[in-house]
């Protein structure tokens, strides 16, 4: 089965870059997706398409894409960014399957 | 504003059967596709299943394919997932979402615990 590799754990200190990967041989032919989860909370959508940022997300959240490697970047982390970070996609069977990386809990202190 | 409020979550045995309902509110939702994702404690995002605007068609995960059925009512605003022959590693709370070309919105989830 298909799946999209994440680093379990990014830690930077306030006010730093952070940068959050994903890979998975499909995603040289599909858009990847990135969801910020907070704890207790549902997952919130911060970039589609590869690297668009939907209304209300702060700017400091961009998304880039490099053959099978998407990469979430947080420019200037914020201690409200702490959080899980999930990367999104699908396989390219023909059939719909869904596919999420395994998270990335991203600690700012 | 976009609601989306997931219900009929609770404990059941395992092989046990349960049908869980995502009420939609604040937009159109006969026009949206939508989704069920689910998260076992402490553990990542798993995509379970996907419907069609219409309930035509529908997608599965292989974990639960054969097991769970994806339904919904564009009369009622509801969305459906009818668990039957349920495992332990079923255990999860249960998100619903909407699509908009992808999943943009997602509910609060209900929990769903299998155990005797």
């Known amino acids: 089965s298909y799946e999209l590799t994440q680093p379990p754990s990014v830690s930077v200190s306030p006010g730093q870059t952070a940068r959050i990967t994903c890979s998975g041989d499909a995603l040289s032919k599909k858009y990847a997706y990135w969801y910020q989860q907070k704890s207790g909370q549902a997952p919130v959508l911060v970039i589609f398409?590869?690297?668009k940022r939907p209304s209300g997300i702060p700017e400091r959240f961009s998304g880039s894409k490099s053959g099978t490697m998407a990469t979430l970047t947080i420019s200037g982390a914020q201690v409200e960014d702490e959080a899980d970070y999930y990367c999104y996609s699908t396989d390219t069977s023909g059939y719909y399957r869904g596919v999420f990386g395994g998270g990335a809990k991203l600690t700012v202190l | 504003e976009v609601q989306l409020v997931e219900s009929g979550g609770g404990l059941v045995q395992p092989g046990g059967s349960l049908r869980l309902s995502c009420a939609a509110s604040?937009?159109?939702?006969?026009?949206?596709?939508m989704h069920w994702v689910r998260q076992a404690p402490g553990k990542g995002l798993v995509w379970v299943s996907r419907?069609?605007?219409?309930?035509?068609?529908?997608d599965y995960a292989d974990s639960v394919k054969g097991r769970f059925t994806i339904s919904r009512d564009n009369a009622k605003n509801t969305l459906y997932l009818q668990m039957n022959s349920l495992r332990v590693e079923d255990t999860a709370v249960y998100y619903c979402?909407?699509?908009?070309?992808?999943?943009?919105?997602w509910g609060q989830g209900t929990l769903v615990t299998v155990s005797s």
């Open positions: 398409e590869d690297s």
């Open positions: 979402a909407r699509e908009t070309g992808y999943v943009d919105y």
């Open positions: 419907i069609n605007n219409d309930g035509s068609d529908t």
């Open positions: 604040g937009f159109t939702f006969r026009s949206y596709w």
